[in-house]
């Protein structure tokens, strides 16, 4: 499985942005997948994650209300809709899909394939 992240940017304080995460291969549909992003200087850490069918879904304290993780098995891919963006979520973002675990995790051991992760930097 291969994973591509795209969608990242430079926008302000209180902006949006979507992220989206495109695999490869037949069956995305029964992988978890995760959204994890990593600050300078700082120990990567989970985002968002969401099981096989798109039904539940699981989000870092400091993003709740703020995010959303979705997917479209259709389209073998995940998204990451990011709302009122603050300067703290400025990091690089990664997808990663969990081949044993339909259900989604927060913890980046559980998954198998990463993506390349996308650059989002929020200026103040």
């Known amino acids: 499985v291969q994973l591509q992240a795209s969608g990242g940017g430079l926008v302000q304080a209180g902006g949006s942005l979507r992220l989206s995460c495109a695999a490869s291969g037949r069956t995305f549909s029964n992988y978890g997948m995760g959204w994890f992003r990593q600050a300078p200087g700082k120990e990567r850490e989970f985002v968002a994650a969401?099981?096989?069918?798109?039904?539940?879904?699981y989000y870092a304290d400091s993003v709740k209300g703020r995010f959303t993780i979705s997917r479209d098995n259709a389209k073998n891919t995940v998204y990451l809709q990011m709302n009122s963006l603050k300067p703290e979520d400025t990091a690089v973002y990664y997808c990663?899909?969990?081949?044993?675990?339909?259900?989604?995790?927060?913890?980046?051991?559980?998954?198998?394939?990463w993506g390349q992760g996308t650059l989002v930097t929020v200026s103040s």
């Open positions: 969401i099981n096989w069918n798109g039904r539940s879904t």
């Open positions: 990663a899909a969990d081949r044993w675990g339909p259900l989604g995790t927060q913890s980046a051991g559980e998954y198998d394939y």
